[in-house]
């Protein structure tokens, strides 16, 4: 049956058509029709298989069409709107399917993550950045299965035949990755551990994967460095479709290798972000000819590069752009872009595939450029200067400068100091002076035809002449040109003067290194032996120290930024200084100089290819790594003659730091003959160091500056001198084959090695310095330490409560470096305690954070909590319940647990309640007493509160001091009241639940209770004698003492009732009638109110809660270890050795585990451990 659907005159829409022999009924027997009262012909608006799927159709077009039809008044109308309205419906469903299809393929990668989680156990914050199929070298077999790549980690799984492989590697654990091709490993990535080495071979595209592993482990080796975790950069361009298998987090990858290759390139910040590049033509007016290169945009630089090196390369800031347009296209020019700026240089860029795209985009970035040419109101703010003046905006008048530290009418602030120094001095007019004067020339001719400023071309030409050496004058100029100085000033007007006055004044540990290296720099020079240079240079320091704490101050800046000061004014100096800590020389001035311990790496390897006789020699003596230290973190200024070593700074600005490395090895080069006769390292080291000592600088026009290192070690026949250009020519004839790529994969494998071998220091040096106070070996505590360490880390990339910054602080000691919060604390001592309590566990070991966090910052560092454990494992039975007794006190018993134990008086209503014997007594011996008021108990917490701020300050000292503590005597220890005691009880009841003799233990800790119960009892007794005469008696002394006796007691029997015990059955030793009175009550749960003796006092829910504290019933330490002593189940249990290895290797091994438990059959699991 077919509905037809029509309109008539009157609106209705009646009409049916039997379509029972229609062939296409088969497969859509009921559809809806449109057909008008005057035509033949029809259209097929819907279909369904069945009744009910063809009835919804009609409702909706019911619901959504009849009622607007209606309003039209000829049937043409109606059948134009009806097929709009379908036809509209039919695309957006096809649009939908579209963007589910390309939903389907971003899920293909969501499911592969899924898959990983499942497979090795991660949680959601480990997020998965790619994953390929390889192979898995597992001795000569390899297993063919996929590689995933997470943020965190290396993981391979594998199911072949019925056999399983599943391996996960943290990056942090990385300490070698090397991409080799060999008969065995054809095109293999190795990846190495401290314990094993990986081979993964048969990669689609193991280039991609090797530059994504090497990513990785650099992220990790920078959390290794920082602690912090990876973000996600969030300014990244969104992509213009998704691609195929390929998640946001490769494509923020992907951009920042593309961003750092960039920066690199022509010098940037770090906040610059590369929007896209395309080939193009540049037209040089110094050559006349175009120029073929890529253009690069970014958000605040237009860049081109040359495709032929040197030939040319163009720095366009956006804050010197006035005029971007389209000129007229031709056939010898197509697709041109016209690019004008304040200096009046015009740029020519051609043969662009999109231009007006291109053109639009440099539009929308000039909008936003913080300029006053872009619009009218510019607010102020750091960022957003268009000049490139170095003098800051904030000292525009005389009222700026009252007050400040730092203003423009200082010297220091107009012009370096040896401008400052040589400026009364007459005016030389010998040969050097002409040489000096000729070089000038030649750099002004330059910049007539290159251009003046950040939009100079460089090409070959500007090397040539930087190696022919800076003239004075113009030096600060084009170190700020070259180095990217003048770019970072010129958008930040004032933030040097406002970064002066927020760290003068303030003080430590770097402000103290820096006021002592202060006289130590340059003192040969006179611009520093007075107090002009010396506060510029104080100022300059401090300034850089306060903006980057995480480097602060390292030797060496001094004299790095001593030079900087005698050519340019302080805050030149001071972004000069940025640009060398921050984009040139990375990591170098940290607290642990790894960067300059890398490319002491590098240079080793480099020797090693260029100079292998002498490699070999010098390794045997171990000379490379103490002589290149030096020579890289001072750019050879602290060894070799000021004059000369400043033309290798003007190397260095341009070049890099292939410049440093060509000279370095140049200088081994020239001395090899007599390194390779020397005996040992004092002599090669003074070989090199009056080579060095005798390099000058023949041109130089200015008065000779001592270099005292020259003066000292001169000798009676000095060595013959070394011209410094020609030493800088010789290096880059026999070593200028250095590329600066190259360079950076050398140091990135150097890097690893860097790192972790610190790493390992740190260790050695933890456990040096722990091993005379702990009873562990030194495996059990280098493994205690790569636990914790490892957990600390996992808190850093998975989340913590709290920051990394407040977890990990250089500046300590390295045991007490790393710390991690009570989340952390309690996964650890879960997993390493011998004390197993089973639900019990995390309430210990959240009492024991509270003993260890003396300083109650909410952190234990390794030193804490490695001592700990020590008394749980090592301690004598003394130690161990001295231990477990603090566990019990304040301040590891909280105010809150103290109020959950008093609850425990709830759970004994009328129904539930049973006079034991034991009880009976107790209650007699209560009805004898004469109890007092609050002010006994008053006193005895005061004394307590006492002793406690004592013990407190006492191991404060005792920590800082880092010495042996004074043996704390069991008579130190405060008493335990009866909440306390109450704790004590359900502690001890859940820790022998894995137990053997488990039934023993319990009888014994039950007689224990009971005994301590009477004892405490009876030293109430005997205080409340001492104050009968003082305290008034009580209104109803024979309610009272019941009531208090059954709290107590019935707060022992529920300590009891939660330890789940069962009533003992062996009967093999006598015991105390009590202690079977004990386990009466607690297996008794099922008691009528008849069945409660007469004389037994109920007591009412307000009663009762003011009764449950027994202020006067107390014991001693000494009582408890007394009473224990008589139970030998105890002894035996609390005097047994333990041993952590199997605990920490149960620890190591959890994670693997679960990872095989979440991916593995019950199937595959028995066949594994069988």
């Given at each position: 049956?077919?509905?037809?659907?029509?309109?008539?005159?009157?609106?209705?829409?009646?009409?049916?058509?039997?379509?029972?022999?229609?062939?296409?009924?088969?497969?859509?027997?009921?559809?809806?029709?449109?057909?008008?009262?005057?035509?033949?012909?029809?259209?097929?608006?819907?279909?369904?298989?069945?009744?009910?799927?063809?009835?919804?159709?009609?409702?909706?077009?019911?619901?959504?069409?009849?009622?607007?039809?209606?309003?039209?008044?000829?049937?043409?109308?109606?059948?134009?709107?009806?097929?709009?309205?379908?036809?509209?419906?039919?695309?957006?469903?096809?649009?939908?399917?579209?963007?589910?299809?390309?939903?389907?393929?971003?899920?293909?990668?969501?499911?592969?993550?899924?898959?990983?989680?499942?497979?090795?156990?991660?949680?959601?914050?480990?997020?998965?950045?790619?994953?390929?199929?390889?192979?898995?070298?597992?001795?000569?077999?390899?297993?063919?299965?996929?590689?995933?790549?997470?943020?965190?980690?290396?993981?391979?799984?594998?199911?072949?035949?019925?056999?399983?492989?599943?391996?996960?590697?943290?990056?942090?654990?990385?300490?070698?990755?090397?991409?080799?091709?060999?008969?065995?490993?054809?095109?293999?990535?190795?990846?190495?551990?401290?314990?094993?080495?990986?081979?993964?071979?048969?990669?689609?595209?193991?280039?991609?994967?090797?530059?994504?592993?090497?990513?990785?482990?650099?992220?990790?080796?920078?959390?290794?460095?920082?602690?912090?975790?990876?973000?996600?950069?969030?300014?990244?361009?969104?992509?213009?479709?998704?691609?195929?298998?390929?998640?946001?987090?490769?494509?923020?990858?992907?951009?920042?290798?593309?961003?750092?290759?960039?920066?690199?390139?022509?010098?940037?910040?770090?906040?610059?972000?590369?929007?896209?590049?395309?080939?193009?033509?540049?037209?040089?007016?110094?050559?006349?000819?175009?120029?073929?290169?890529?253009?690069?945009?970014?958000n605040n630089y237009i860049c081109f590069s040359s495709r032929e090196e040197d030939l040319c390369q163009l720095i366009i800031p956006l804050r010197e752009v006035t005029i971007v347009e389209k000129a007229d296209s031709s056939s010898v020019l197509p697709c041109p872009v016209s690019i004008s700026t304040k200096n009046k240089m015009n740029f020519l860029f051609a043969n662009l595939k999109d231009r007006d795209f291109l053109v639009q985009r440099i539009s929308d970035f000039l909008q936003r450029t913080p300029d006053g040419s872009w619009s009218d109101t510019n607010p102020l703010s750091l960022i957003g200067s268009s000049g490139s003046t170095g003098v800051p905006q904030s000292a525009g008048s005389d009222s700026?400068?009252?007050?400040?530290?730092?203003?423009?009418?200082?010297?220091?602030?107009?012009?370096?100091?040896?401008?400052?120094?040589?400026?009364?001095?007459?005016?030389?007019?010998?040969?050097?002076?002409?040489?000096?004067?000729?070089?000038?020339?030649?750099?002004?001719?330059?910049?007539?035809?290159?251009?003046?400023?950040?939009?100079?071309?460089?090409?070959?030409?500007?090397?040539?002449?930087?190696?022919?050496?800076?003239?004075?004058?113009?030096?600060?100029?084009?170190?700020?040109?070259?180095?990217?100085?003048?770019?970072?000033?010129?958008?930040?007007?004032?933030?040097?003067?406002d970064l002066v006055e927020q760290a003068t004044g303030l003080c430590s540990l770097a402000t103290e290194e820096i006021e002592r290296d202060l006289h130590r720099s340059m003192p040969e020079h006179r611009a520093f032996q007075n107090e002009t240079g010396i506060a510029a240079l104080r100022r300059v320091l401090t300034a850089y120290a306060h903006r980057n704490p995480n480097i602060g101050y390292c030797q060496a800046m001094n004299i790095v930024t001593s030079v900087l000061l005698l050519y340019g004014t302080e805050e030149e100096a001071f972004w000069l200084l940025v640009a060398l800590c921050e984009r040139m020389l990375p990591d170098y001035y940290n607290t642990r100089v790894v960067g300059a311990l890398v490319?002491?790496?590098?240079?080793?390897?480099?020797?090693?290819?260029?100079?292998?006789?002498?490699?070999?020699?010098?390794?045997?003596?171990?000379?490379?790594?103490?002589?290149?230290?030096?020579?890289?973190?001072?750019?050879?200024?602290?060894?070799?003659?000021?004059?000369?070593?400043?033309?290798?700074?003007?190397?260095?600005?341009?070049?890099?730091?292939?410049?440093?490395?060509?000279?370095?090895?140049?200088?081994?080069?020239?001395?090899?003959?007599?390194?390779?006769?020397?005996?040992?390292?004092?002599?090669?080291?003074?070989?090199?160091?009056?080579?060095?000592?005798?390099?000058?600088?023949?041109?130089?026009?200015?008065?000779?500056?001592?270099?005292?290192?020259?003066?000292?070690?001169?000798?009676?026949?000095?060595?013959?001198?070394?011209?410094?250009?020609?030493?800088?020519?010789?290096?880059?004839?026999?070593?200028?084959?250095?590329?600066?790529?190259?360079?950076?994969?050398?140091?990135?494998?150097?890097?690893?090695?860097?790192?972790?071998?610190?790493?390992?220091?740190?260790?050695?040096?933890?456990?040096?310095?722990?091993?005379?106070?702990?009873?562990?070996?030194?495996?059990?505590?280098?493994?205690?330490?790569?636990?914790?360490?490892?957990?600390?880390?996992?808190?850093?990339?998975?989340?913590?409560?709290?920051?990394?910054?407040?977890?990990?602080?250089?500046?300590?000691?390295?045991?007490?470096?790393?710390?991690?919060?009570?989340?952390?604390?309690?996964?650890?001592?879960?997993?390493?305690?011998?004390?197993?309590?089973?639900?019990?566990?995390?309430?210990?070991?959240?009492?024991?954070?509270?003993?260890?966090?003396?300083?109650?910052?909410?952190?234990?560092?390794?030193?804490?909590?490695?001592?700990?454990?020590?008394?749980?494992?090592?301690?004598?039975?003394?130690?161990?319940?001295?231990?477990?007794?603090?566990?019990?006190?304040?301040?590891?018993?909280?105010?809150?647990?103290?109020?959950?134990?008093?609850?425990?008086?709830?759970?004994?209503?009328?129904?539930?309640?049973?006079?034991?014997?034991?009880?009976?007594?107790?209650?007699?011996?209560?009805?004898?007493?004469?109890?007092?008021?609050?002010?006994?108990?008053?006193?005895?917490?005061?004394?307590?509160?006492?002793?406690?701020?004592?013990?407190?300050?006492?191991?404060?000292?005792?920590?800082?001091?880092?010495?042996?503590?004074?043996?704390?005597?069991?008579?130190?220890?405060?008493?335990?009241?009866?909440?306390?005691?109450?704790?004590?009880?359900?502690?001890?009841?859940?820790?022998?639940?894995?137990?053997?003799?488990?039934?023993?233990?319990?009888?014994?800790?039950?007689?224990?209770?009971?005994?301590?119960?009477?004892?405490?009892?009876?030293?109430?007794?005997?205080?409340?004698?001492?104050?009968?005469?003082?305290?008034?008696?009580?209104?109803?002394?024979?309610?009272?003492?019941?009531?208090?006796?059954?709290?107590?007691?019935?707060?022992?029997?529920?300590?009891?009732?939660?330890?789940?015990?069962?009533?003992?059955?062996?009967?093999?030793?006598?015991?105390?009638?009590?202690?079977?009175?004990?386990?009466?009550?607690?297996?008794?749960?099922?008691?009528?109110?008849?069945?409660?003796?007469?004389?037994?006092?109920?007591?009412?829910?307000?009663?009762?809660?003011?009764?449950?504290?027994?202020?006067?019933?107390?014991?001693?330490?000494?009582?408890?270890?007394?009473?224990?002593?008589?139970?030998?189940?105890?002894?035996?249990?609390?005097?047994?050795?333990?041993?952590?290895?199997?605990?920490?290797?149960?620890?190591?091994?959890?994670?693997?585990?679960?990872?095989?438990?979440?991916?593995?059959?019950?199937?595959?699991?028995?066949?594994?451990?069988?």
């Open positions: 049956m077919g509905l037809s659907w029509m309109s008539s005159a009157q609106g209705l829409l009646v009409g049916t058509l039997d379509v029972v022999l229609d062939s296409s009924a088969r497969v859509a027997p009921y559809r809806i029709l449109l057909q008008t009262a005057d035509s033949q012909i029809y259209w097929n608006i819907a279909c369904g298989s069945s009744r009910k799927e063809i009835t919804e159709h009609w409702d909706f077009l019911e619901s959504n069409l009849l009622q607007t039809i209606s309003i039209f008044d000829n049937d043409e109308d109606v059948i134009t709107f009806v097929k709009g309205k379908i036809s509209g419906i039919i695309a957006e469903e096809n649009r939908l399917k579209r963007s589910e299809e390309q939903e389907e393929n971003s899920g293909k990668f969501l499911e592969a993550e899924l898959k990983m989680r499942k497979l090795f156990g991660m949680p959601e914050e480990e997020k998965l950045v790619n994953y390929y199929s390889c192979s898995y070298w597992k001795g000569r077999v390899p297993r063919q299965g996929w590689l995933y790549l997470s943020i965190n980690h290396l993981c391979f799984y594998s199911f072949l035949l019925g056999k399983e492989v599943t391996l996960v590697v943290p990056w942090t654990e990385v300490t070698q990755l090397e991409k080799n091709a060999t008969l065995v490993f054809p095109e293999s990535v190795r990846v190495s551990t401290r314990n094993a080495e990986h081979f993964f071979s048969m990669f689609l595209n193991v280039n991609d994967t090797f530059k994504l592993m090497e990513q990785l482990a650099n992220i990790a080796m920078r959390q290794l460095l920082d602690n912090e975790a990876f973000a996600a950069d969030r300014s990244l361009p969104k992509a213009c479709k998704t691609l195929k298998n390929v998640s946001a987090l490769k494509r923020d990858f992907d951009a920042r290798a593309k961003n750092e290759r960039y920066r690199s390139m022509f010098r940037l910040t770090q906040d610059e972000r590369l929007d896209g590049h395309t080939d193009c033509t540049l037209w040089t007016p110094f050559a006349k000819m175009h120029v073929v290169g890529q253009l690069f945009i970014s700026v400068h009252e007050g400040r530290h730092y203003h423009g009418g200082l010297p220091t602030a107009q012009q370096g100091l040896l401008r400052l120094y040589q400026q009364d001095g007459p005016e030389d007019l010998g040969p050097k002076a002409m040489k000096e004067r000729m070089k000038e020339e030649a750099w002004n001719i330059h910049f007539s035809e290159f251009g003046r400023g950040v939009c100079m071309y460089r090409t070959s030409r500007t090397r040539e002449l930087v190696l022919n050496g800076i003239p004075e004058r113009l030096r600060g100029e084009l170190w700020l040109l070259f180095s990217g100085a003048q770019n970072e000033m010129a958008s930040h007007p004032g933030y040097y003067g490319d002491q790496g590098v240079f080793e390897e480099l020797t090693r290819a260029f100079l292998p006789p002498l490699y070999d020699h010098m390794q045997a003596l171990g000379v490379i790594t103490t002589i290149s230290l030096s020579w890289f973190l001072t750019l050879f200024l602290s060894v070799m003659p000021f004059d000369s070593a400043v033309l290798l700074v003007d190397c260095f600005f341009y070049e890099g730091i292939k410049v440093i490395f060509q000279v370095a090895l140049a200088v081994l080069h020239d001395n090899m003959d007599a390194l390779l006769v020397c005996g040992d390292e004092g002599e090669a080291m003074t070989i090199l160091g009056r080579y060095l000592d005798n390099v000058v600088n023949k041109q130089t026009v200015a008065p000779p500056t001592p270099h005292l290192h020259a003066l000292l070690t001169s000798g009676d026949d000095p060595p013959p001198e070394i011209d410094v250009f020609d030493l800088i020519k010789a290096s880059y004839e026999k070593f200028g084959s250095l590329r600066s790529d190259v360079i950076e994969q050398m140091r990135f494998k150097q890097r690893l090695k860097v790192i972790q071998s610190l790493e390992d220091t740190a260790k050695r040096s933890v456990v040096r310095a722990m091993m005379s106070e702990l009873a562990f070996s030194i495996e059990e505590l280098e493994d205690l330490y790569c636990l914790f360490k490892s957990k600390h880390m996992t808190s850093c990339y998975w989340g913590s409560s709290s920051s990394a910054a407040q977890r990990h602080d250089p500046s300590l000691p390295y045991l007490e470096q790393y710390r991690i919060d009570p989340v952390q604390f309690a996964q650890l001592f879960s997993a390493l305690s011998p004390w197993v309590c089973g639900s019990h566990t995390p309430t210990l070991s959240a009492r024991l954070f509270r003993l260890l966090d003396q300083n109650q910052d909410g952190l234990v560092n390794f030193k804490e909590f490695s001592t700990g454990l020590s008394g749980m494992y090592h301690g004598d039975m003394t130690e161990k319940l001295k231990l477990l007794y603090k566990l019990h006190l304040p301040p590891a018993l909280c105010a809150e647990e103290a109020e959950s134990a008093l609850e425990a008086t709830h759970f004994f209503t009328e129904d539930r309640l049973q006079e034991s014997s034991f009880l009976s007594d107790l209650d007699s011996v209560r009805q004898q007493e004469v109890t007092s008021g609050e002010e006994p108990k008053n006193g005895g917490e005061d004394g307590e509160e006492k002793k406690e701020v004592k013990d407190y300050r006492y191991y404060l000292r005792m920590w800082a001091k880092e010495k042996e503590p004074k043996r704390e005597t069991i008579k130190d220890l405060p008493r335990m009241n009866q909440e306390q005691f109450i704790e004590l009880c359900k502690t001890l009841y859940n820790m022998f639940s894995e137990e053997p003799s488990e039934q023993q233990l319990y009888h014994a800790i039950a007689t224990v209770a009971s005994l301590l119960l009477r004892i405490g009892e009876v030293g109430k007794k005997f205080g409340n004698g001492a104050k009968k005469a003082e305290a008034p008696p009580p209104a109803r002394p024979g309610e009272e003492g019941p009531g208090e006796g059954t709290s107590t007691d019935a707060q022992v029997c529920q300590a009891l009732a939660d330890a789940q015990l069962e009533p003992p059955t062996s009967d093999e030793e006598t015991k105390d009638d009590t202690s079977v009175s004990s386990f009466s009550v607690v297996s008794s749960g099922s008691l009528q109110c008849e069945d409660i003796a007469d004389d037994t006092v109920l007591v009412s829910g307000e009663e009762r809660r003011g009764s449950a504290l027994d202020a006067d019933w107390s014991i001693t330490f000494e009582q408890v270890l007394a009473s224990l002593l008589t139970e030998p189940a105890l002894v035996e249990y609390f005097e047994r050795k333990m041993d952590i290895q199997a605990k920490m290797a149960a620890c190591k091994a959890q994670r693997a585990v679960e990872r095989q438990i979440s991916s593995a059959s019950d199937h595959e699991l028995s066949q594994h451990s069988s």
